[in-house]
């Protein structure tokens, strides 16, 4: 017996509470496994609660992003248009495009200098920023310049009261440095495909979380549309066991 949860409510509850201001969060897990899809319904519902907010691309278009958000029920034009939400293409100049981009998105000291920039023009407090994904930037940088490029932004963030939500999939860096980007940060969600009579299935399981009492469960989710991620709980006393893993 389980229970389709209201939006993201159970995702919170899981976390301990509302994610904490002045924090970095992590999103792992296996390709295909819904790391964006998490990534930008926190995004979303970061919007809805009235905390500007700045996607930083650097794996697909601006207008696919949009168009994903929308295939969700979700509207980011409306933030663009009040000023609480920018897009940032580090995309795109790795297509060609010149105009409105970010023209040498592997500099990573320009990339910090034109999202402080943007970070000022919404205000610069409390605003949560979305980096999806971090693989171009290992891909292309030295491991230390990543690292180095992902201290400096969530110190930057968090001293600002915002939030850093950056994803990473399983398995594309080497796993010494997968274990420093975990080390880095203040919360880390792990998703998982898991093979289940001859059919995958979606798992979520928050694995840190400071300054909240996290719940350490593995909880099967399902991707909707319309409505995003959509987690599957048992009907009676899930949260009042006691918490443990299930592998």
């Known amino acids: 017996m389980e229970k389709i949860s209201t939006p993201f409510k159970d995702f919170y509850n899981l976390v301990g509470g509302s994610l904490p201001d002045a924090s970095s969060i992590l999103i792992a897990g296996d390709p295909g496994s819904g790391k964006t899809t998490l990534a930008q319904q926190i995004l979303y519902d970061e919007l809805t609660r009235s905390r ?56 990573l000291t320009n990339v910090s200098i034109y999202l402080t920039t943007l970070m000022e023009k919404l205000g610069y407090r409390q605003v949560t920023i979305l980096l999806d994904s971090l693989i171009p930037i290992f891909s292309e940088t030295e491991s230390k310049h990543a690292i180095s490029f992902i201290q400096s932004i969530a110190a930057k963030v968090k001293k600002a009261g915002g939030k850093l939500i950056v994803t990473l999939s399983t398995g594309s860096v080497h796993p010494e440095l997968f274990r420093k980007v975990e080390s880095l940060v203040d919360g880390v969600v792990e998703l998982r495909m898991v093979e289940e009579n001859q059919m995958l299935h979606r798992y979520l399981l928050v694995r840190k979380m400071d300054r909240r009492q996290i719940i ?26 006691k918490p443990g893993v299930t592998q």
């Open 52 to 107: 500007p907010c700045i996607i930083v691309t650097y794996d697909t278009f601006p207008a696919n992003i949009t168009e994903r958000m929308n295939e969700f029920g979700w509207d980011p034009r409306k933030y663009q248009l009040m000023n609480k939400l920018e897009i940032m293409d580090c995309y795109s100049a790795t297509a060609g495009v010149t105009e409105g981009v970010v023209p040498q998105p592997y500099d």
């Open 216 to 241: 350490p469960r593995l909880v099967r989710f399902d991707i909707v549309g319309g409505r995003g991620i959509q987690l599957k709980l048992p009907r009676l006393g899930f949260l009042l066991r």
